[in-house]
């Protein structure tokens, strides 16, 4: 039986197309809520947050960044929520039928390229995730116990193009296989396993490391404040974490939200994914420091941290193997549900906007992203070319997120600001995101926030970015 949003969207949909099915929804608000947060748990909660509190002033950091999540990440992802929910359309669609013959589709246009740069070397990464999760589980780390000798096993291995290139296939392959079965029996069947599973994998490390001698120096450098190291460059770097582990600025929460009923609650639903992307930071960080200081190693952060100075404390705590196994495949599953959310945009589009099917748009667009990645797969050290590319004396693969990761991402985020809080009818704005709410008087609060707050904090961070590229290069 049609309920009646159901009706209106597929009456709505069969009039401009024949061919219309009615869309998918998902089956519950929790299927929503970890299909959402798997997408914003990824690497960055892994090997950057839990860097950035230890060197930012620790529980003054955490302050400063839970204000900045509920300030302005939180307004930000609402709006894509409820653009995507109001108009059931994959992030192209959504701009154009939100304002009609205008440009902004553009963005949407922008949000979808950016999801398949992003998914063409995060695929690249993610296998050296399940590569590092053979190692732990076949010893390979057994005799190492100094970065020095991790380092040059890391060096190897990512130099070595056939592993890697294999490890990016099968990573690539597991997206497809997990987005090809659709919304409910796809997507939300495998995140409802992982997500839960990757909570678990946490709190078990989480123990593990705290629970080890010498663990209080490790949250002491975690935790303890220090206010004097809070400056105007710490508000900035807390934005951009919370930006970019939020997930926002590319649709892949207009694409989620399109698959939300009318009936949930989007300000819950969507406070509910920042709380579990910023518990899963905070958690990764008391499973890594005490464990990293209680056998002496200096911190770290992005790939060196993970593929470095974690596998050379494995072998120096008790039953370090199999935390060294749990931990990759944490990493794995971070990866995998955020990889979801990256090609499910991209199916969207094609699905909904050039009518492919669902297995013919995920095959096409892994196997070209697959293509598109082979050359980061090669930048860190098989290929010399691509390791150091001419005139830019970068390795492609940190070329890429720079471009989409870093530029392309923020930039997402402040045009779907302008749009949401001056483009678009405010009453549809409204209408978006506080249907189906219980507390429908937060709508004109969190349409401040968007309109002001967040367009002047969003470019804030992208001339800084900007500025800094100028700086080096
Ligand atoms: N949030 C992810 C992380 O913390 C990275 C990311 C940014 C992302 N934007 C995204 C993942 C969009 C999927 C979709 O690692």
């Not at 590092?132 to 190492?144: D, I, P, R």
């Not at 116990?145 to 056939?162: C, H, K, R, S, Y």
């Not at 490391?209 to 460059?233: C, E, I, R």
């Not at 971070?334 to 094609?350: F, P, R």
Request: charged share 10%.
């Amino acid at each position: 039986m049609l309920t009646a949003e159901e009706a209106t969207d597929s009456g709505e949909a069969v009039a401009s197309n024949p061919q219309t099915r009615r869309r998918e929804t998902w089956g519950s608000r929790l299927a929503f809520v970890l299909a959402a947060a798997g997408s914003a748990i990824g690497l960055g909660n892994v090997w950057r947050f839990p860097y950035l509190v230890g060197k930012n002033g620790g529980a003054a950091f955490l302050i400063i960044y839970l204000a900045i999540v509920v300030l302005i990440g939180l307004p930000v992802m609402i709006a894509e929520v409820g653009l995507g929910r109001f108009t059931r359309r994959n992030p192209v669609g959504a701009f154009a039928r939100a304002a009609p013959n205008s440009g902004w589709r553009v963005v949407g246009v922008l949000g979808v390229i950016t999801g398949f740069g992003i998914l063409s070397y995060y695929s690249v990464v993610a296998g050296w995730a399940i590569g590092y999760t053979l190692k732990a589980v076949t010893g390979a780390f057994a005799t190492l116990t100094d970065p020095g000798q991790t380092g040059n096993l890391f060096e190897q291995f990512v130099g070595d193009a056939w592993t890697v290139l294999a490890l990016h296939a099968v990573f690539m392959a597991l997206t497809v296989a997990a987005v090809i079965g659709g919304v409910r029996r796809g997507i939300e069947r495998w995140t409802l396993i992982l997500m839960p599973a990757l909570f678990l994998m946490l709190l078990l490390l989480v123990l593990r490391s705290l629970t080890l001698d010498g663990a209080g120096k490790g949250f002491t450098f975690y935790l303890q404040p220090d206010f004097s190291k809070v400056t105007g460059a710490t508000f900035i770097a807390a934005l951009g974490q919370a930006l970019f582990s939020l997930s926002v600025g590319m649709g892949a929460l207009i694409t989620y939200g399109s698959y939300l009923s009318e009936r949930e609650d989007v300000v819950i639903a969507t406070a509910s994914v920042c709380l579990l992307d910023t518990l899963a930071a905070f958690l990764a960080g008391l499973a890594i420091f005490p464990a990293l200081f209680a056998v002496g190693l200096e911190p770290a952060q992005g790939a060196g941290l993970t593929f470095v100075v974690l596998p050379a404390i494995f072998h120096r705590i008790p039953f370090g193997g199999l935390f060294g196994t749990v931990f990759f495949v944490l990493l794995t599953v971070a990866a995998l549900t955020s990889a979801i959310s990256l090609l499910e945009v991209c199916v969207a589009y094609l699905t909904d906007e050039k009518r492919w099917t669902r297995k013919g748009a995920c095959v096409l667009v892994g196997i070209v992203s697959f293509l598109l990645g082979i050359p980061a797969a090669l930048s860190t050290g098989a290929s010399p070319f691509f390791s150091q590319l001419p005139f830019l004396h970068v390795g492609y693969l940190d070329l890429m997120d720079t471009i989409f990761g870093n530029i392309a991402l923020t930039l997402g985020a402040l045009l779907l600001c302008l749009f949401v809080g001056w483009r678009w009818v405010p009453q549809d704005a409204l209408k978006g995101v506080i249907e189906g709410s219980a507390y429908p008087g937060l709508g004109q609060h969190w349409l401040f926030l968007v309109r002001y707050v967040c367009p002047v904090a969003i470019g804030t961070i992208l001339l800084q970015i900007l500025m800094n590229l100028f700086v080096q290069g």
